[in-house]
């Protein structure tokens, strides 16, 4: 089904002036309309693995102490890379 529109009547002169600004807009590589962009990196334990350099069983332990952050569904275990860094960074700079 097609969504129907809606016709707004402007002055001439304003409407010259928007699509101005939206070409001017496109000419400098910008938008005017932009959405937050959310950095956000979600690995599983083999990506995790990889990026600190751990073994599974060393994941698992941290977990199980609690030094890691992580999101559990099921059997299913995944990691904001973000946090888990954040975490380890706060964790060793307490142990110093």
């Not at 089904?1 to 016709?7: A, D, N, R, S, W």
């Not at 101005?20 to 932009?34: D, N, R, S, V, Y």
């Amino acid at each position: 089904m097609e969504k129907p529109f809606i016709l707004i009547p402007i002055p001439f002169h304003q409407f010259k002036d928007e699509i101005a600004k939206l070409i001017q807009a496109q000419l400098e590589g910008t938008q005017l309309f932009q959405k937050p962009i959310l950095k956000q990196t979600i690995l599983d334990t083999d990506q995790l693995m990889e990026k600190l350099g751990v073994t599974r069983p060393t994941l698992s332990k941290w977990r199980k102490e609690g030094r890691i952050p992580f999101i559990q569904v099921g059997a299913v275990v995944r990691y904001d890379l973000d946090k888990v860094l954040e975490a380890l960074e706060s964790k060793k700079r307490r142990s110093r």
